[in-house]
């Protein structure tokens, strides 16, 4: 039973950073996609990125490249989202999501999904 835990979010000021953990367990991920949601007050799910769990390789929202990075520890069965140059439109609930074979952006086709985490910028 695949189960997703998402840790370290928080409250950052503007420009601030902060760095989201999503520890992963009941399956092993070689053929996995695990990604980040968001989703604001009043605001639609809003895929933030992902990433293709066999050879590494990186998706982004226009919205957060180049200040959000994510990575996996394989051997920790974790996926990280590291945020910098945080703003407040960051604000929201982010949410670990993982997925069978290949990348898509579109949270329907994520069949696992974390609880959500709570991340906070003020200006």
């Known amino acids: 039973q695949v189960q997703l835990v998402e840790s370290g979010g928080g409250s950052a000021q503007a420009g601030g950073s902060l760095k989201l953990s999503c520890a992963a367990s009941g399956s092993t991920f070689g053929s996995y996609t695990m990604g980040w949601f968001r989703q604001a007050p009043g605001k639609e799910h809003e895929f933030v990125a992902a990433i293709n769990w066999s050879d590494g390789s990186t998706y982004y929202a226009d919205s957060v490249k180049g200040r959000f990075t994510i990575s996996r520890d394989g051997a920790k069965n974790t996926v990280y989202l590291q945020m910098d140059s945080l703003k407040p439109e960051d604000t929201a609930v982010y949410y670990c999501?993982?997925?069978?074979?290949?990348?898509?952006?579109?949270?329907?086709?994520?069949?696992?999904w974390g609880q959500g985490i709570q991340v906070t910028v003020s200006s």
């Open positions: 999501a993982a997925k069978r074979w290949a990348v898509t952006r579109d949270r329907s086709g994520y069949p696992y």
